[in-house]
């Protein structure tokens, strides 16, 4: 039953120094995004990318969005045409390639399997991110059981896509 009393001295701070320290963070908040965003356009600047997508809306909009970061795009409408390419390729001449999972002729899963299993060992290690509309936990791992090294969920959320292709290029 024993009572205590507690005193504590607090100085007021000016109300003017709390609103600068605000905008101070702000300021700091807004400096880390855009050494953020210069480190990644950095990272993807002329990094090229093949995009395996059969729907003609969804590929235009990729492009869109992995150009205004700096990649150069080369595309293929279905899993054999990615495969073709990725054979015929450089050695490095594909930083990744993003690869939709349901499409004709070979799909996605298909088409990673034969590019894995290219002679050439340099072109078939290429980093393969799966996107597909399909969010299901099976899904996943099936993708990185024939040797996808990612995964990104349709609608595409710019910030998962970016951030998944900073991972692995890094």
Do not use: S, W
């Amino acid at each position: 039953g024993a009572e205590f009393t507690v005193k504590v001295m607090f100085a007021l701070q000016n109300v003017n120094e709390v609103e600068l320290a605000m905008e101070d963070t702000v300021e700091q908040k807004a400096l880390r995004e855009q050494k953020e965003q210069e480190y990644q356009r950095a990272l993807f600047e002329n990094r090229k990318i093949l995009l395996v997508e059969d729907n003609n809306l969804n590929r235009e909009i990729a492009r869109i969005l992995l150009k205004e970061q700096g990649f150069i795009v080369d595309e293929a409408v279905n899993g054999q045409e990615a495969v073709e390419k990725i054979a015929k390729a450089e050695d490095g001449e594909y930083a990744l390639v993003l690869m939709d999972i349901q499409m004709p002729i070979m799909d996605g899963y298909e088409a990673t399997k034969a590019i894995r299993d290219l002679d050439n060992r340099i072109l078939a290690n290429v980093p393969i991110v799966a996107m597909t509309a399909n969010a299901f936990g099976e899904e996943r791992q099936k993708a990185y059981a024939c040797g996808m090294n990612g995964y990104v969920t349709k609608p595409i959320d710019i910030n998962v896509l970016f951030e998944t292709l900073k991972q692995i290029i890094e």
